[in-house]
C-alpha cells in the first residue's frame, strides 16, 4: 500500500541524507520510474533530482571520472533497464 507522499518524501530525504549509497539507490530507482510522467510533482523532481545526483557523485568518485560523465551513465542505464511492455499474444 502506498503511503501519503509527504510521508514518502520524508523517508526519501533520510535515505538521502544517510549517506548510504544503496539507500539513494533505492530513491532514484522508486523515483524514476516518473522521470517525464505528466503526473510527477515538482517535489517529487527535486527529490530525484537530489538522489541522482548524490548518487552520480559516489559513482565519479569510485570509477574516477567527472560527475557529468557518471550522471549521464545513471540515466542510460536507469533508461535502458526500464521494464518494456510484453507484447499480447492473440489467442
Known amino acids: 500500500k502506498r503511503t501519503m ?7 526519501y530525504e533520510a535515505k538521502i541524507n544517510s549517506g548510504d ?9 522508486d523515483l524514476h520510474r516518473n ?4 503526473d510527477q510533482s515538482f517535489s517529487e523532481r527535486q527529490i530525484y533530482e537530489s538522489a541522482r545526483d548524490r548518487l552520480a557523485y559516489e ?4 570509477e574516477k571520472t567527472d560527475i557529468e560523465a557518471a ?21
Open 59 to 62: 559513482v565519479a568518485a569510485v
Open 5 to 11: 507522499w509527504s510521508r514518502r518524501a520524508q523517508e
Open 35 to 38: 522521470v517525464g510522467q505528466p
Open 71 to 91: 550522471t549521464e551513465k545513471l540515466e542510460t542505464l536507469l533508461t535502458s533497464s526500464r521494464p518494456k511492455a510484453e507484447p499480447t499474444k492473440a489467442a
Open 21 to 29: 549509497p544503496i539507500a539513494i539507490a533505492e530513491v532514484v530507482r
